[in-house]
């Protein structure tokens, strides 16, 4: 996934969510939406020295998926025998080929600085993300689709910074809680639709702060949001 895909996503997220044209870059919009997640790290081929990334730094040994590739041709990962007379003979010839594989994926395509990806596709700077599509700046889930900075969350579409979360879409800034949609900075809900600036509510639509109003209040209200979560 190229810098120029994963920008075209961005803007459709975006204007999905805030129905607004998207003023941000992508190093803009990893910062805003997901300063704090565990992002992939770039780190280097030991063998080839070339960038990969990974989902941890540590430990430092990386190897690419086109050097493992190769070393899988070239001998099958198999080294001859040597004379192994206590433990530590046999941990430094381990070290030979204990190396961290970067970038790891399966059945996967159209992916860029990911790792740890499982039948997904237009994947972009994530880990551990599954069965998933059209993904930027997460952390761990299941079932997204058209989402920015989500963090261990499942079945979320068409949202942007979504954390602990299920069952969400069209939504900003949601926290443990399921059944949301169209809401912005939720907290702890269930079951709720056209919400803002909520927390502990079920089944509720049109609140904000926790206080109920009127559609046509919600919707002059929500213009002032939106502008302020895209400018500040």
């Not at 059945?107 to 596709?121: Q, R």
Request: negative net charge.
């Amino acid at each position: 996934m190229s810098d120029a895909e994963a920008k075209e996503l961005l803007d459709k997220i975006v204007g999905t969510v805030f129905g607004y044209q998207n003023p941000l870059t992508l190093e803009q919009a990893r910062q805003k939406f997901a300063f704090d997640l565990r992002l992939p790290q770039q780190v280097f081929d030991i063998k080839t020295n070339e960038p990969v990334w990974a989902s941890s730094a540590n430990p430092s040994r990386f190897i690419s998926p086109s050097t493992k590739e190769q070393m899988d041709k070239e001998s099958d990962w198999m080294l001859p025998k040597e004379p192994v007379r206590n433990i530590q003979d046999i941990l430094d010839i381990w070290q030979k080929t204990n190396y961290t594989s970067a970038e790891r994926s399966i059945n996967s395509s159209n992916l860029a600085k990911s790792d740890g990806i499982n039948n997904s596709e237009n994947v972009y700077m994530s880990v551990d993300i599954r069965n998933s599509k059209n993904v930027l700046f997460s952390e761990g889930g299941d079932s997204l689709e058209n989402v920015v900075a989500i963090s261990r969350c499942g079945a979320i579409s068409n949202s942007i910074r979504i954390e602990d979360s299920g069952l969400c879409m069209n939504s900003f800034s949601v926290v443990w809680s399921q059944k949301v949609s169209n809401s912005y900075f939720i907290q702890d809900c269930n079951d709720i639709m056209d919400c803002m600036f909520c927390s502990h509510i079920s089944g509720k639509q049109y609140c904000i702060a926790n206080m109920q109003f009127t559609e046509q209040e919600y919707k002059e209200l929500k213009k002032i949001v939106t502008h302020w979560i895209l400018a500040s």
